[in-house]
């Protein structure tokens, strides 16, 4: 008998038809003797409905009203899946995320999951009831207010909450059918990856990807607790994240960000402590900075570009104009229109010329590279947004990257 949990994203719940189809699945894990604890997500585009609202009736929303605001839309969609539950024979009980004690900073919005108590989850499983948690949702202990987690954050309660419980798989299920080695809108010939590593799933993540929360992959990866991306509308393989892969591809994916701007602070004195003057406030304002290009100083004067989340553009550009005034730099330009391209691989550590070889790529497509950085397994450039498409289909084709794995290689092992 195995412990498993289940996450249902926002599209697998997102009306009454949908939620009957996945009591189906649920039911059918809990009768083959399994004890299965569910995760959700709210319904649909519930959550940015209730952002709107919330918009519609403040300014700037206060943030714990904002957070009662927002978990109710998971609370929603679990009451809906246990009754659905309920209604195939097999007992069933929903608990928000502070009744499954999921306990978290006071990070409004952006709360982290310090602890999880799980107490009611295991009664209700000894009882053998389902037990649907709220994903997304937590509580601050000393204040006792409900927290969210971040967009997308029902994929770590479902990480976090398998590593607690200590269950043997998390199942992911989602709209598509698993990793992809590219977005499958943009490049048709993209291939469904049998199979990443954490690391890899963690540089996709961060790079853009969105099927999956970077949090989640962390958790997944600190407890060893292997995940499995699967669609919610059949029951083919999805994609296993786990520690290690028996495929070694040197190049696993592209992954591309178009939620970032550019902003640049001209005519920077080129001296101690500048930088630090400038990144210190950004990160006091909890803005975060992803890319950062100086450029060579002529003069003693140099250029300073960095990206940040569109979300954060307005509130970046007032911390690097009150900064630009005091350290008497020339201005601050903003930069809405770029896009982050990225190659990731855990087989660049080991093989040279990857990053030459996308340069040209790039370039023998007459797309200009404004920044560029790297990890030890991935390479990202800052192209304009308007070339974005055309970057991702030829890196994917330059790098053979719709090829199926070699022989031999783990494909459905
Ligand atoms: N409902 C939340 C969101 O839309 C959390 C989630 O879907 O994981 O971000
Ligand atoms: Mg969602």
């Known amino acids: 008998m195995a412990l498993v949990v289940q996450k249902f994203g926002g599209t697998s719940v997102g009306d009454a038809e949908r939620i009957a189809n996945v009591a189906r ?49 998971e609370r929603i969609s679990m009451a809906l899946v246990a009754m659905a539950i309920e209604d195939l024979g097999v007992p069933a009980m929903s608990l928000t995320g502070s009744q499954a004690g999921i306990l978290t900073t006071a990070d409004h919005g952006q709360a982290a999951i310090v602890d999880i108590r799980g107490d009611r989850v295991r009664a209700g499983l000894a009882e053998g009831k389902v037990v649907i948690v709220a994903g997304f949702q937590g509580v601050d202990p000393h ?34 059918d698993g990793v992809f080695t590219a977005d499958p809108r943009i490049v048709p010939e993209a291939r469904k990856l049998p199979e990443i590593s954490f690391e890899e799933m963690l540089e996709l993540a961060g790079a853009g990807a969105g099927v999956l929360m970077a949090r989640s992959v962390e958790f997944g990866r600190r407890y060893g607790i292997p995940i499995h991306v699967r669609s919610s509308f059949h029951d083919g393989e999805g994609t296993w994240v786990k520690e290690d892969t028996m495929e070694a591809a040197i190049i696993r994916g592209v992954a591309h960000d178009t939620k970032e701007a550019k902003v640049t602070v001209h005519g920077v004195p080129d001296e101690p402590g500048i930088a630090a003057r400038l990144f210190e406030p950004l990160a006091e304002a909890g803005i975060n900075v992803d890319m950062i290009v100086q ?39 903003i930069d809405e229109d770029i896009a982050k391209v990225s190659l990731v691989g855990a087989g660049m550590k080991s093989e040279s010329g990857i990053a030459a070889k996308m340069f040209r790529i790039l370039a023998d497509h007459g797309i200009n590279i404004e920044m560029i950085s790297t990890s030890p397994i991935r390479i990202s450039c800052v192209v304009r947004g308007g070339q974005v498409v055309e970057a991702v289909r030829s890196l994917h084709e330059g790098f053979g990257l719709a090829e199926s794995a070699p022989i031999g290689a783990a494909a459905d092992a």
């Open 25 to 73: 699945r649920v039911v059918d894990r809990h009768r083959r003797g399994d004890d299965v604890v569910v995760v959700v997500s709210a319904m649909g585009d519930t959550t940015d409905e209730l952002l709107a609202l919330a918009s519609a009736v403040s300014r700037d929303p206060h943030p714990r009203e904002l957070d009662m605001l927002l978990t109710a839309g």
């Open 143 to 176: 204040s006792k207010d409900v927290t969210t987690l971040g967009r997308g954050g029902s994929d770590a309660t479902a990480v976090a909450l398998a590593a607690a419980l200590g269950a043997d798989e998390c199942e992911i299920f989602t709209d598509v």
């Open 295 to 333: 450029n060579v100083s002529i003069r003693g004067v140099t250029d300073i570009s960095f990206t940040v989340p569109k979300a954060s553009t307005q509130r970046a550009r007032a911390v690097a104009d009150e900064v630009a005034q005091a350290i008497g730099a020339a201005g601050v330009d």
